[in-house]
């Protein structure tokens, strides 16, 4: 808010457009990075999947950490992520399946990616947080 001493550490509908990482058909992502706060250390995205199909890059290292989050939204049963997803990690492109609300470390320097939702109930909400300043820092397979 204008004119308030803390008003600007609250950004409203921060880059609510279409993310160019994420390739399902009319998703929209909320997403901060430096671009919006000068300064700030990380980049982070939340994006709603309501439909399968492929959900982020081709497989890619970046020069820092990052976590996916891959989260459900049934408030009455917390572990019921609504669907499953596949991720891949590692140069050999190892295979997982996700089917419970789940966190994915990706310690700087380790392939990841792509992972595709290939069933979706409800809603999947898919976020990122990269601890770098923006997605950017990234080296593509």
Do not use: W
Request: some cysteine; overall charge negative; aromatic content about 8%.
């Amino acid at each position: 808010m204008a004119g308030t001493k803390y008003g600007k550490y609250i950004l409203r509908e921060p880059h609510a457009k279409p993310d160019p990482l994420v390739r399902l058909p009319g998703i929209r992502s909320l997403r901060v990075n430096s671009t919006l706060i000068e300064g700030i250390t990380c980049d982070f995205a939340f994006t709603g999947v309501d439909e399968p199909g492929d959900g982020g890059p081709s497989s890619h290292k970046h020069d820092a950490d990052e976590f996916l989050l891959f989260l459900g939204n049934n408030p009455a049963n917390m572990a019921d992520l609504g669907g499953e997803v596949e991720i891949c990690l590692g140069e050999e492109q190892e295979k997982h399946i996700i089917n419970t609300p789940s966190v994915v470390y990706a310690p700087r320097g380790l392939y990841h990616m792509p992972c595709t939702f290939t069933r979706v109930d409800r809603p999947i909400y898919f976020a990122h947080i990269l601890l770098a300043p923006d997605y950017s820092k990234l080296v593509q397979k």
